[in-house]
């Protein structure tokens, strides 16, 4: 099966369809999105280019790990976990063993890891922006970008890749 940006953007938003409704908490929950996905989340200590992983502790193949490194901010944990999560989902690679990073991994991986890692982002970005929802707060006028930010629980950085690549944006209308 080919994974390509829409299959992934898609399946973001059917799971959060699942779990929330028409009701989705902002930021998104992802104690519940986790636990959908049988995976526990903590935070541990780890090298300052990783922001997490996930792994099958004992080779449980069902059951799931989420770490996220304690060092990063809230906002960077929040991404990290929805980043995980499609590893998860994702057949295939969510059953091996990831150690990755969401900022550092691109740089020394293979083509392949780095196309995970991407679709990864990818998937992250809408479950925690979903265009629609990003949609209705433009449409309200809500586009104070710090409060966007607190709305969604992501960071200035991730928002405006949000709004202004991936969604075409104008900066204009955002910093007037
Ligand atoms: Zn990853």
């Known amino acids: 099966m080919t994974v390509n940006e829409d299959f992934i953007r898609d399946k973001a938003l059917k799971l959060l369809e699942n779990l929330f409704g028409s009701d989705i908490p902002l930021p998104v929950d992802l104690r519940i999105v986790s636990k959908a996905v049988n995976a526990y989340v903590y935070c541990a200590e780890m090298p300052v280019d990783v922001s997490g992983f996930v792994y099958p502790p ?94 969604f629980g992501v960071s200035a950085h991730v928002m405006e890749i949000r709004l202004f690549k991936e969604l075409g944006y104008s900066k204009n209308y955002f910093y007037s």
């Open 58 to 151: 004992d080779g449980d193949v069902d059951k799931f790990l989420i770490g996220v490194n304690s060092a990063k901010s809230r906002t960077h944990q929040h991404f990290t976990v929805a980043h995980e999560i499609w590893h998860i989902i994702n057949e295939g690679y969510g059953r091996m063993i990831t150690l990755s990073s969401v900022i550092n991994a691109v740089a020394n991986t293979s083509y392949n890891l780095r196309r995970f890692e991407r679709q990864a982002n990818i998937f992250a970005s809408e479950l925690l922006m979903p265009s629609f929802l990003i949609k209705y707060f433009v449409e309200k006028g809500l586009i104070n970008l710090p409060d966007l930010c607190k709305s």
